[in-house]
């Protein structure tokens, strides 16, 4: 009885002790050289909360590959369709290149088109209607010395009207000179022919008169006309400003063009074409229509751990690698984070605990065409702190 309970204890205790067992043979076999985990890290002294870790050779983390410059997602006006897509994933492109049309692009052409049209339309008719304004200006201005022209002729007509004054005051002279005088000698006659000579005389005069009046009336019409047709010849170049509106079509000019661009989704550098999220037909909503990254700079971005951080620094020699990878990639540390988050970055291994803090280190890598073959690769990495 007693040899069976003791091998039921036994039993027991092998079951409990099994993943122990496990984790230890599973840390020791990732532990072997060449096999790109994390190597062991030395014993720490436990001496309370603050105690700190003794040096280290190498601190390893998980990391990503990423482009040095970022990714980029590329958009366009949300609610439009995609009517052409220019390029394919995988696609090398250059900054500025047309990436895809919208289908608003024919009706935005066609806009610019007619805003061009109305701009050149106007610029053509902006001479001849400045010739015209200019024509109306001498025209009127042309008024204008005629109607000084017509004060010279009342200069003259003023002057008639004296001279016929003078021949009638003259002729009641002479008529007054005869009545006194013998019938022998002036007769009824004579008398009579220098009544007719005076009234005559009177009757130029009122004439020379009515005609002053009405030259004075036509001289203030004449100058009336010209002055209003001065001012209006002369406002003509201003409103011709107003109302051929060149300033507000080259504004719409710029408008169209504005909105043609916009029409067509263009890369905002080079790069290389990593996704293509909406395709000719769909309609743009909030995902990017594609996603692009500069791929000929990469960099491992890892997760050290913030017990560790401390033994890292720029400049210090690292290696990346994957099972994804033909070979193990080289690079140094750039840049050594001033922030302690969680991880991203989660191993395979579901025993190993999840949930860390962590510090960002940043690795520029050397130039490798592997390197830029699967852009958020997770990798290890290995950073030799050892001086």
Known sequence: MRVVVVVLLLIGAGFLAAPYVSNWISNAASSEPGKGSTPPVMPVADTGPAARLEPITTVAALGKLEPASGIIDVGAMTGDRIATMLVHEGDEVSAGQELARLESYPLRETELAGARIALADAERR???ELNYGQALIQAAEAGVTQAELMQRDRALLAAKIALAEAAAEVARHDLKRLQGVDTKIASQQDREHQQLRVRQAEAEAAAAK??????DAGISVAKAQAAAKLAEATAGTPRLEAVLQIDLLKQNVKLAEEKLKMSVVRAPSKGRVLKIFTRPGETIAQRPVLRLADTSQMVAVCEVYETHVSFVAAGQSVTVASRALPTVLHGK????????????????DPVKAADKRVVEVRVDIDEDAEASRLVNL??????????
């Open 126 to 128: 902006k001479p001849i």
């Open 210 to 215: 009515a005609e002053l009046d009405k030259l």
């Open 333 to 348: 540390v750039a840049y050594v984070g001033q922030m302690v988050a969680k991880n991203e970055v989660f191993g395979l």
């Open 378 to 387: 997770q990798v290890e990495v290995t950073i030799a702190t050892a001086k």
